[in-house]
């Protein structure tokens, strides 16, 4: 009984994690942190927008900012999960205006943290 009783503490309070996979990117979002990890690496600013209704997570726009990544650059993403589907916008955030905005869009899936 004691051990059923351990592993249901341990089961319901380990934190819980959801995943997207959209190209190269790995987006993470851990309960206990309340930020996104993009590739493993924590995002310093985000700003969640609801599409639908207050609180309608399927219906949501995730804006995102990492700067510096690992790689030392400037990243800008934008998360949109609408109808059952996700897809991600990067772009490539460079110091001067006249250089050409490098942008790519991405399909997500849901995977396993």
Known sequence: MRKL???AIIIFSAPTMAAFQCGSYKLTLI???GLVRVNGDLVTSQKVKYLGAQGDEANTMWNMGLMPASDGNNYGF???KRNGKS???VQLLQH???APKLIGSYPCKKVAG
């Open 5 to 7: 009783l351990l592993l």
């Open 31 to 33: 309960d206990s942190e």
């Open 78 to 80: 934008q998360l949109i």
């Open 87 to 89: 897809f991600l916008n």
């Open 96 to 98: 001067s205006m006249d």
